[in-house]
């Protein structure tokens, strides 16, 4: 593996750095020889580039009026792609306070979400938190640490939900006492590790954007390397999802509660293997949170986003490297995709629906049985519906429609019938952002 | 009677959709448990609502199978004989049967199509790259090369099928591509970044630029499993051997990656395909530059180079050009049609082999250079 590795270290070399020509080179990446401080200035200048607004620089004056004070939010997972990225933003701050005597170009905070597989982590966030951000004293850092529970904010919300046989999905409201799940139980009930990593990003972009509203951050930047958004791209089209990718892994705004973000992925043209020489160099690694649990062998124990980055470090070794790079170009070349009508939001996970996913499923997965032709067969069926009226059924009263997206279906698909699935859905045809305007300005609504 | 001693199936081993029948296979899309009746159905009637929904074909319509005698295009065969009876499409088969002149494999599986043709009734008709470009497939391999082997094949292919249609008055080939063939297509244009293709990676009919012959999959969204199961329950007779020249180690890659995918999720193959229905370029950005805002008139227009080293000129304008190869005279967008140019490369090859007689000739840079010849 190291042989194809994409950063070449070098050991007590005579090679001479190729950008200053001054010391001699630690490692060699995309063809050229770096010295420690020359590489760690090329990776900062891709943060630079990607943040070169006018608003993230310090202002004066006019300008400052009219930009206005601006608040970064930074999605620290604790893993060392977000540490590198803090790393390189701070240095940056603290360049501005250097030159510009005191005064920073834009407030940064530190944004953790809880893992939900909270034991399963070497070490707390919370240790690690207060010594990254004394690193880049004085810059003033702050950091906010998120229970995954937070993504509960309604419990009248809470519905269960089933998946019929032909691909429709209705819900049930839960009685106050049935009402009782946490958002570890919604995610224990998904039928799958796969389906539970679907959701779990759902949840996580959710809570990032009510963080970047709540705490009046413009910009939401996440550390995601090169690599890592050709996986986001390639898993979110095994996922059913293709018609997020143009969204999910661009530069971008989103509105969210009648406000705007923008969304940046800073270190976009950097290497993973960049990252890790990057942490290794100015010894970040050593706060890397990471997962204690060994990834199985067998591949039936995995969910997708483990074999697609098997598959993405498997590229690496069989010197087909440059894949990740080139799946990224093509995401960045997607649009929006073009359909006539529009199917609405789906209430799950919030997307817009293009191509009614019922329909389409239900065309190419028939459900009708041959017919029944001897009378022993007609027997057997008497005998199943006895059975089955025997059996206790679920009752179907009181519940309603429910409009969701393919990549929900899917992830929906193979939940059981008894335990069913629960979550907190949306609205169909607002917004959450038009329904808090509902909720707000109506008093009375006698029409329901 | 012996059902009387088989009787006492339990209801948990009924087949989920009727009810009424012992179930004998988890179905590979989905895994329910379905009675062999209930299988036959739902995989005819899948394949009936694609070629409803895509109006692949009108009453009347003669369309040619391309058979290779492998399962896909077997099944495909019996399948579509099936349908036309079943549903009155009012169409005439015919078996269409490519000879790449490949030993050991093509030479048997032909053996199965002809077969085939007895079986189902319809005419055959087979081509030969010997016949139409004096080169076989083993010829060209041993010249150029095994690496770029379907690259060669794919290209000659495509116009051999197009010309053995033409003879036979028809202008509608189907062919035995399936589902898994297609989110295979999807993974690999986006792992190769070929955006050319991207956007019609799942198209059901195409039609290369200036052909008019159209090409459809009825079976799109058919799960490669389920035609094996299909070919052996029905007893059909196909050739199983895979073609000596294995496809690219790249693809390979995307293929594994696909198996272990549905292992874990079998409706991901589904997933891929509606995944890459959605997959559409954005409207490219015009760059504005300052300095040359006015006037400037747009003196010529760039022509993009295709992944594959061709030039996509305006898609109307190669239409009604109608141009011909001046070499062959088949319908090409280029002066000279894309076989031809493959060919004129081996045979400047084929008179260096036999002049010096080296054997260790880099088939792969033939190919590039050839094909950079295509572009302008
Ligand atoms: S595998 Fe390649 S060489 Fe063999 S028949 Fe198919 S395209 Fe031709
Ligand atoms: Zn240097
Ligand atoms: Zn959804
Ligand atoms: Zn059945
Ligand atoms: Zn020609």
Redesign the pocket.
Known sequence: MSENNPVKYLADSDTE???????P?VLITRKEA??????IRFIRGKQRKSMIDERYKVKYGAVQEKIGQQKVLLALSGGVSSLVLTDVVASLLQEQIESHKGRMGFELVLLNIDEFELESLNKRIEEILPILVERYAPVNIQYKVLSIESFLIDRAMIQKVLLNKDFTAIAQRLSDEQNKYTVADMLKLCPNKSSMEDLLTVIYEELILRTAFIENCETIIYGHSMTRIANEILALTVRGRGSSVYKAIADHTVQFMDKEFTILFPLRDVLFAEIIAYADLIELNKLEVKSTIVKSKITKNLTIRDLTTNYFSHLDATGYASTASTVVKTGEKLGAPQFKHSYGRCQICGVEIYQDPKEWLRRITVNDAAPIETEEEQEYVNLYKEALSSSETLDTENTHPVNICYGCIVTLSGAKQDTAFVWPLKDKDTNHEDKKVLDEYILTDDEE | MTEISAKKVKVSALCELCHARKAVMKRPKNLQKLCKDCFYKVFETEIHNTIVDAKLFSPGDKVAIGASGGKDSTVLASVLKTLNERYDYGLILVLLSIDEGIKGYRDDSLATVKRNQVQYEMPLEIISYRDLYNWTMDEIVSCAGIRSSCTYCGVLRRQALDRGAAKLGINHVVTGHNADDMAETVLMNLLRGDTARLEKSCAIITQSAGSPIKRSKPFKYTYQKEIVLYAHYKKLDYFSTECTYAPEAFRGTARELLKSLESIRPSCIMDIIYSGEHLVLAPKKKKITTSYKTNKKKTHTENEVNADGSVSLGRKKQFEDGNRCEKCGYLSSNRICKACMLLAGLEMNRAKVSIDNNTAVDGAAVLTRTLEQLSF
């Open positions: 750095c190729q950008r200053c020509k001054a010391v080179a770096f010295c420690k401080n020359c590489f």
